[in-house]
Every structure is written in structure tokens, then in C-alpha cells.
């Protein structure tokens, strides 16, 4: 039993490391603009509202609204007692939250497979992006699969896939504006305020990838504030120290995507009745965080090479 909660808040907490990797470099080019003071009072305030408010808060808010029928607060106490009662009820609304969750990460990997500028790691990468336009029809004819087989199973199904689409896209069109945002935020003359409320805010949006994606390691709200706040806490460690040294492995966003997908992928699948084992989910995180840290690795060898010539 021990180990397989060590197991599952390390692999939430890799993933969510991985998955916060643009949201880091976004902090650090916006942190370069301060002054000491506000660099501190966002780093360790900021660590605060980033761990126990947006991903304190924010499971327990997924959790109740896939059981309408509790109130806030039994949510809160089952997490914690582990009432049988209330935990049949999180049980019956598990299939909602992972084909919610998994539409969800599933649109966030199509989205950067087909439309987001990357570096290449697969010949397949660059061919995809450049039919970048039938990213809209894939993800229609993904949508209206997914909601036929739900209605066929249960109806409330079918309610949840669509509130997954629309949490993508409403996510989605925030993260883009935060894109052409963050020209505005380098001018030194915006205020520091102004700054850091902003951060707060691009951060509760880059969070919700790691707690959606949380649910496919376990249901548990306790663990999955646990692994996703130390997640959150090496985050921005990543953002003071070694934010350079982590760009330079080109590959690192290219895994965090693919493990997004599979873990997507899994939810959806395991909301139809698929079972898969505690450690699946962990281990498919760790071995292809560990393919594309060696894909950087080997890149980084040969652009050496390349300047030795």
C-alpha cells in the first residue's frame, strides 16, 4: 500500500513538472523585468496560492461537480475520513471525471501535435503540423464518436465529454491570449502588481492540464494535492535556478505532450470499463519523460559535434 502511493505521487509529480515546463519559462522571462523584491514576494506568495489554492482548491471543485448530490462539504470530509458511503458516490462518478478529464488532455495533444510550433523529434511531428488545418475536423470527428458511444452506455456520459471540450477551449483561447500578453508584460513600464496578478492568474490556467491529468493516476484528492503541489513547488525552484539548463533539452515539451495524450487517451478509454493497473500511468510518464531527455541529450552531442568542425 505504501509503495503504491510513493509510486503514484512521484508520477504526479513528474507529470506535473513536465506539463509546467512553458508556464516556468513564461515566470522566469516575466521575473527578469522585476525588482528583488517582487521576484521574492511572487516566489514564495505566489508558491502559496499556486499550491494550496489552485491546486488545493481545485480537485475538490472537479470532484463536487461530478457529484452534484454532495455538498462542498462532504466532498472535503470524504477526502479526508474516507466515509464508504460518500466514497461510493466518487466511485459512481469516476467514469465522468476521467472521460471529462481525458477529452480534455486528449484536445490539448491534438492541439500541439497539429498547430503548435515545435521542435521536431519524428519525421511524422513536422508532417502532422503542416496539415495543421484538419485539427478541427479530427477533433469534431473525435467529439462525435466519443458522444455517440457515450449515449449508448449512459447519457450523462455524454455530458461530460462535452464539458471537457468546452473547458479546452475556453483554456485554450486564455493560454493564446496569454501568448500575445507576454510582449506587454516585458515592458519594463507595466507596474510590478500588474505583473504578478497576471502570473497568478496564467499559472491557475496552466494548472489545470496537471490536475485534470492528476484523476488518471488516481481519484484520491489528498495524493493528488500532495504530488501536483510538489510538482508545483520544483516549478518554481526550476524558475530561480535551473530554468536554463532545462531548455536546452529541446525534447522535454515534445514528451510532456505525448504524455498527455497517452494519459488522455487512457481516461477516455477507462470510462468505457477499461481497467489498467495503479502503476501504469506513472511508468508511461517516466519512460517517456526518460526517451525524450535522451532525444535532448543526444541532439545537444551533435550541434557540439557540428561547432568541433
Same mark, same amino acid.
Given at each position: 500500500?505504501?509503495?503504491?502511493?510513493?509510486? =503514484? $505521487?512521484?508520477?504526479?509529480?513528474?507529470?506535473?513538472?513536465?506539463? *509546467?515546463? +512553458?508556464?516556468?519559462? =513564461?515566470?522566469?522571462?516575466?521575473?527578469?523585468?522585476?525588482?528583488?523584491?517582487?521576484?521574492?514576494?511572487?516566489?514564495?506568495?505566489?508558491?502559496?496560492?499556486?499550491?494550496? $489554492? =489552485?491546486?488545493?482548491?481545485?480537485?475538490?471543485?472537479?470532484?463536487?461537480?461530478?457529484?452534484?448530490?454532495?455538498?462542498?462539504?462532504?466532498?472535503?470530509?470524504?477526502?479526508?475520513?474516507?466515509?464508504?458511503?460518500?466514497?461510493?458516490?466518487?466511485?459512481? *462518478?469516476?467514469?465522468?471525471?476521467?472521460?471529462?478529464?481525458?477529452?480534455?488532455?486528449?484536445? $490539448?495533444?491534438?492541439?500541439?501535435?497539429?498547430?503548435?510550433?515545435?521542435?521536431?523529434?519524428?519525421?511524422?511531428?513536422?508532417?502532422?503540423?503542416?496539415?495543421?488545418?484538419?485539427?478541427?475536423?479530427?477533433?469534431?470527428?473525435?467529439?462525435?464518436?466519443?458522444?455517440?458511444?457515450?449515449?449508448?452506455?449512459?447519457?450523462?456520459? @455524454?455530458?461530460?465529454?462535452?464539458?471537457?471540450?468546452?473547458?479546452?477551449?475556453?483554456? +485554450?483561447?486564455?493560454?493564446?491570449?496569454?501568448?500575445?500578453?507576454?510582449?506587454?508584460?516585458?515592458?519594463?513600464?507595466?507596474?510590478?502588481?500588474?505583473?504578478?496578478?497576471?502570473?497568478?492568474?496564467? +499559472?491557475?490556467?496552466?494548472?489545470? +492540464?496537471?490536475?485534470?491529468?492528476?484523476?488518471?493516476?488516481?481519484? *484520491? $484528492?489528498?495524493?493528488? %494535492?500532495?504530488?501536483?503541489?510538489?510538482?508545483?513547488?520544483?516549478?518554481?525552484?526550476?524558475?530561480?535556478?535551473?530554468?536554463?539548463?532545462?531548455?536546452?533539452?529541446?525534447?522535454?515539451?515534445?514528451?510532456?505532450?505525448? @504524455? %498527455?495524450?497517452?494519459?488522455?487517451?487512457?481516461?477516455?478509454?477507462?470510462?468505457?470499463?477499461?481497467?489498467?493497473?495503479?502503476?501504469?500511468?506513472?511508468?508511461?510518464?517516466?519512460?517517456?519523460?526518460?526517451?525524450?531527455?535522451?532525444? *535532448?541529450?543526444? @541532439?545537444?552531442?551533435?550541434?557540439?559535434?557540428?561547432?568541433?568542425?
Amino acid at each position: 500500500m505504501f509503495l503504491n502511493i510513493v509510486v =503514484v $505521487v512521484l508520477g504526479l509529480c513528474l507529470f506535473e513538472i513536465i506539463s *509546467s515546463v +512553458d508556464n516556468a519559462v =513564461v515566470n522566469a522571462s516575466i521575473l527578469k523585468t522585476l525588482s528583488e523584491k517582487y521576484r521574492r514576494l511572487f516566489l514564495v506568495w505566489g508558491l502559496l496560492f499556486a499550491v494550496f $489554492v =489552485v491546486r488545493g482548491i481545485l480537485p475538490f471543485l472537479i470532484v463536487w461537480m461530478a457529484n452534484p448530490a454532495l455538498s462542498v462539504g462532504e466532498v472535503i470530509t470524504s477526502a479526508w475520513s474516507g466515509s464508504a458511503a460518500v466514497n461510493g458516490y466518487l466511485e459512481h *462518478s469516476k467514469p465522468l471525471l476521467l472521460l471529462g478529464g481525458g477529452v480534455y488532455l486528449f484536445f $490539448v495533444f491534438l492541439s500541439w501535435l497539429f498547430l503548435e510550433e515545435k521542435k521536431y523529434a519524428f519525421f511524422v511531428e513536422g508532417f502532422i503540423h503542416r496539415q495543421g488545418a484538419w485539427f478541427y475536423a479530427f477533433s469534431s470527428i473525435f467529439t462525435t464518436a466519443i458522444i455517440y458511444f457515450s449515449l449508448q452506455q449512459n447519457p450523462t456520459l @455524454a455530458l461530460a465529454a462535452t464539458i471537457g471540450v468546452s473547458a479546452f477551449f475556453i483554456t +485554450d483561447g486564455f493560454k493564446k491570449n496569454a501568448e500575445e500578453q507576454e510582449k506587454k508584460l516585458l515592458n519594463p513600464s507595466m507596474s510590478a502588481w500588474g505583473k504578478i496578478l497576471y502570473l497568478e492568474v496564467l +499559472d491557475a490556467s496552466f494548472s489545470i +492540464d496537471g490536475v485534470i491529468g492528476a484523476f488518471a493516476f488516481t481519484i *484520491s $484528492v489528498p495524493l493528488i %494535492i500532495l504530488g501536483n503541489g510538489l510538482g508545483a513547488f520544483v516549478v518554481r525552484e526550476l524558475t530561480i535556478r535551473g530554468l536554463d539548463t532545462i531548455t536546452k533539452f529541446a525534447y522535454l515539451k515534445n514528451g510532456a505532450m505525448y @504524455a %498527455i495524450g497517452f494519459l488522455g487517451a487512457m481516461m477516455v478509454l477507462e470510462s468505457f470499463g477499461h481497467e489498467y493497473p495503479f502503476w501504469l500511468a506513472p511508468l508511461n510518464t517516466f519512460l517517456l519523460l526518460a526517451i525524450f531527455l535522451w532525444l *535532448s541529450v543526444r @541532439a545537444n552531442k551533435k550541434v557540439k559535434e557540428t561547432k568541433n568542425i
